[in-house]
């Protein structure tokens, strides 16, 4: 395996609160969109799957179905939800793998770089 072709793992993204960018709802032009992080929604019980897990799991004989214990990855993915200032349009943005995450928080000085008062 050749090490130079691996993704490197991002330490820590930083992401502004709004941006300018493409929306693709009604508008179909660049206008602000509010930034903000990707929350998965509360499981159903009444899902078809769950109705049919638990059914199966019902009665004697144990835990039917396996249960994921080899976890490899360390980080996800980010996913930022972007909605449109204008028409409310929704679009979603998948980032790379990042340890440390953060929506809307001041930019650091580089190192070295002199701070103007």
Do not use: W
Request: glycine share 8%; charged share 30%; proline share 3%.
């Amino acid at each position: 395996v050749c090490l130079l072709h691996l993704p490197a793992l991002v330490e820590m993204v930083n992401v502004p609160k709004e941006k300018n960018t493409f929306c693709s709802g009604r508008c179909k032009r660049h206008t602000p969109h509010k930034i903000s992080v990707y929350k998965a929604g509360a499981r159903r019980e009444a899902a078809l799957g769950q109705r049919r897990y638990v059914r199966k799991q019902k009665g004697y004989g144990g835990q039917t179905r396996p249960i994921f214990h080899k976890k490899a990855k360390v980080t996800k993915k980010t996913v930022l939800r972007l909605d449109c200032s204008k028409c409310g349009a929704k679009e979603y943005q998948v980032l790379k793998r990042c340890k440390k995450f953060e929506c809307g928080a001041e930019k650091k000085a580089k190192k070295g770089a002199m701070l103007n008062f």
